[in-house]
């Protein structure tokens, strides 16, 4: 227990407590200096004006505080202009200015010293360096394993020093013994000031640290309703709606089959594969958004060629672009090796590229690139279709951002695609982002690692 509790008092800040304190010191500083100037300049200009008669003792008494108070007035100057320049230039990280402000500690203390020294000639008090022990203490916060043998350095000069100009040996023990409790009082008040000061300090960062996770937690809980909101969403809408017109079609289409033609079946046979392959779509969405919110979708990064896996996903999703007239262009320079999950690179170029097609008019384009830019490769999907406004792409990847906008053909999304190609870009190790114009067009963004 007492190992433990000495390890407590020499116990060292951590850097930001530490940046704190320095940051505090300064500022103490430069109102000590505002206080030191005038105090100084009024005792250098009234002892100068009642010095006494050259040669006496009270001429030599009165030469020493005039030099003491000069110096401490130089110091503080330069002190003062130091410390200005710190705090607004805002440069607390120095460890120079620790070391500084241990020194200007121990300096006022000293001063102390001599001014009880040259005080001997005429008074046996050791007011200023009572004083000074006791203030320095409460304006300084430097950690006790400095303090307590900077007071017992100037306790020695102080003992040895007290004996110059006074002669009496019974002031001189008297003011030996004050002196012993000017630096305990020092001490004391040091060590409780430091000990007062680290536990505030910490106490403030675990608050601020709580305040944090509670906020931290309060976005993870709005992020889960959201999340929830939505799923109930897409289930009570968008994955009702096909289905109700897969079974009423297909009710109408039996009770009626004998009173159509070939061509009318045809229509509502269209009809209805076109609602099962966008329940489908919406239903696989689901599954992977709703693996991806319980963290069930594991992570298998291998060295692929990219050109191959585009050509793949383009192709399978041709027909679309096919039906609307959009033209589709690779550009790959030259063969580039990516290590990532394959079926997530899968899935993002897949969502990308249905997102572009659904929003770009018929006879539009769209263009996917990618190019080496040091260790990531850098992909782009780019269309000239409707595009969006800084409003929806602020929206665009998170849950609780509105339903999906029709297409151009009025095709219908449930908007989990974008969000779904987040996170796996995000597993993968890369970036995403949107560039887009309304009535100009999109351009998505996101990179990947280059193989080794």
Not at 113 to 118: K, P, S
Not at 349 to 362: D, E, G, V
């Amino acid at each position: 227990m007492k190992r433990d509790s000495l390890k407590r008092f020499f116990e060292e800040p951590d850097e930001n407590v530490r940046n704190e304190i320095r940051e505090n010191n300064i500022q103490r500083m430069l109102y000590l200096s505002l206080i030191v100037f005038p105090v100084t300049l009024f005792h250098i200009i009234f002892f100068f004006i009642n010095l006494a008669p050259e040669g006496t003792m009270e001429y030599k008494w009165g030469l020493g505080i005039i030099g003491s108070h000069t110096f401490a007035f130089l110091f503080f100057v330069a002190v003062g202009i130091i410390f200005y320049n710190q705090k607004r230039k805002k440069q607390f990280k120095n460890f120079s200015i620790d070391l500084f402000i241990i020194l200007i500690f121990f300096i006022m203390i000293l001063l102390g010293v001599i001014l009880v020294v040259f005080d001997q000639i005429v008074t046996p008090a050791i007011t200023p360096y009572l004083v000074l022990c006791a203030i320095i203490s409460l304006i300084i916060l430097i950690p006790p394993r400095f303090t307590i043998p900077l007071f017992l350095i100037s306790y020695v000069l102080f003992f040895i020093g007290i004996a110059i100009f006074q002669k009496n040996p019974e002031i001189i023990l008297s003011n030996r013994v004050n002196g012993i409790t000017a630096i305990s009082l020092g001490i004391l008040f040091s060590v409780i000031m430091w000990r007062n000061t680290l536990t505030r300090y910490r106490q403030r960062n675990i608050i601020e640290k709580q305040k944090l996770e509670l906020e931290n937690n309060l976005l993870e809980l709005q992020d889960a309703n959201a999340s929830k909101d939505k799923l109930f969403g897409i289930i009570g809408h968008d994955l009702t709606t096909p289905f109700n017109l897969i079974t009423g079609l297909s009710e109408f289409l039996k009770e009626n089959v004998r009173d159509y033609s070939v061509e009318q079946i045809e229509k509502y046979l269209t009809d209805i594969h076109k609602a099962s392959l966008q329940a489908q779509l919406l239903l696989q969405e689901l599954l992977v958004w709703a693996r991806l919110q319980t963290g069930n979708i594991l992570f298998n990064p291998v060295q692929f060629d990219l050109y191959t896996v585009c050509k793949k996903v383009t192709d399978t999703i041709l027909p679309v672009s096919s039906a609307k007239g959009i033209s589709v262009k690779i550009e790959i320079e030259d063969p580039i090796k990516i290590l990532a999950d394959k079926e997530m690179v899968k899935t993002i170029l897949r969502n990308l590229f249905s997102n572009a097609l659904k929003y770009t008019h018929p006879e539009g384009y769209v263009l996917i690139k990618a190019k080496r830019e040091d260790s990531v490769v850098l992909i782009e999907v780019e269309d000239n279709g409707i595009g969006m406004t800084p409003e929806e792409i602020i929206q665009l990847f998170s849950t609780t951002g509105k339903k999906s906008n029709p297409g151009t053909l009025n095709e219908k999304g449930s908007g989990l695609g974008l969000i779904i190609c987040k996170d796996f870009v995000e597993k993968c190790g890369g970036k995403i982002w949107v560039e887009s114009t309304l009535q100009k067009g999109s351009k998505f963004s996101f990179t990947l690692p280059v193989a080794p």
